[in-house]
């Protein structure tokens, strides 16, 4: 067990133990039987992506970031499975095994376009924040047929990665149908809050300011319009980055999909949502106490 490990041990979160494929493929079995999903494409995509960031297939080079990790990428997809058993709970149309299968495809890629291939040997691949999205697309789309996907189930994928990130907007995007804009919105919604949610968050905050800051100097942003010059100073933004940016983005653009995490008698007890506020206010009295958080570059 690491420092951060033990630290985040006893912190409330649907996300403990959660970080490796061997922890994912409960979950995965799971909601798969739920929806008569094919059990063996779960574990063909599950392993693409384990092997993908492991640096074992083609010329891509192991995953070497502290913060958009493997166990981020467990996280937002352990968060999916949750959000599609609780969408069926609230008496929604079911989505088909089909597209439960994809939007499990979806979120295992959805940050795949941090990766870098051999021969690139600047930066640790946080170069690419900016441009990570349109990166795991591509991806997606060069590996997903390996796996027999056709080209508007494709499609359907790259549509539910492009809703991630920042700028990501579900009513931008053209969808081929409503279920898929829903996927979208899930795995938009499994990213943020599986960031936030997560029992270590706190103390992974400074990997995310050394992200932004490579790439930053990768992009040529000016020191004076870089979002953060310092850890403190993205900490200190953290609680105002959760209530003013997703929180609204979560309930509107993201279409509230977040509901499906709460028990439909219970509205208010989505246990993430929890999660998330005992970490921001961990967030807050470091931040009004000086006390920076245990995570530093290079540890």
């Known amino acids: 067990m690491t420092p951060t490990d033990q630290i985040a041990s006893d912190r409330p979160s649907p996300l403990r133990g959660i970080t490796s494929a061997a922890s994912l493929r409960p979950a995965i079995r799971r909601v798969f039987f739920l929806f008569g999903a094919d059990p063996e494409f779960g574990e063909r995509v599950l392993d693409l992506a384990d092997r993908l960031f492991r640096g074992k297939i083609w010329n891509v080079e192991p995953d070497a970031l502290r913060y958009h990790d493997f166990a981020h990428t467990i996280q937002a997809s352990y968060c999916l499975l949750d959000l599609i058993a609780g969408h069926t709970r609230d008496n929604n149309p079911a989505l088909s095994p089909?597209?439960?299968?994809?939007?499990?495809?979806?979120?295992?890629?959805?940050d795949a376009g941090y990766l870098k291939v051999a021969g690139d040997n600047e930066g640790s691949g946080a170069k690419y924040t900016y441009s990570h999205v349109l990166r795991s697309c591509g991806l997606a789309a060069s590996l997903l047929p390996t796996l027999g996907c056709r080209l508007d189930e494709i499609d359907l994928v790259v549509g539910g990665?492009?809703?991630t990130g920042i700028s990501g907007s579900p009513a931008l995007i053209s969808f081929r149908s409503s279920s898929s804009q829903l996927i979208g919105c899930m795995v938009a919604t499994a990213d943020y809050l599986s960031q936030m949610a997560a029992p270590e968050y706190p103390e992974k905050l400074p990997f995310l300011f050394h992200e932004f800051a490579e790439a930053d100097v990768f992009s040529n942003v000016p020191p004076e319009k870089r979002a953060?010059?310092?850890?403190?100073?993205l900490l200190a933004a953290t609680p105002g980055f959760w209530t003013k940016f997703v929180r609204p983005k979560l309930d509107a653009d993201l279409q509230g999909v977040h509901r499906f995490l709460a028990p439909p008698d219970q509205p208010d007890a989505n246990p993430y949502f929890a999660a998330i506020e005992s970490n921001i206010a961990i967030i807050r009295a470091r931040t009004a106490s000086a006390i920076p958080a245990s995570a530093t570059p290079g540890t």
């Open 228 to 233: 953060f010059t310092t850890v403190e100073a």
């Open 161 to 163: 990665i492009r809703c």
């Open 98 to 110: 089909r597209e439960v299968e994809l939007a499990l495809a979806a979120v295992l890629l959805h």
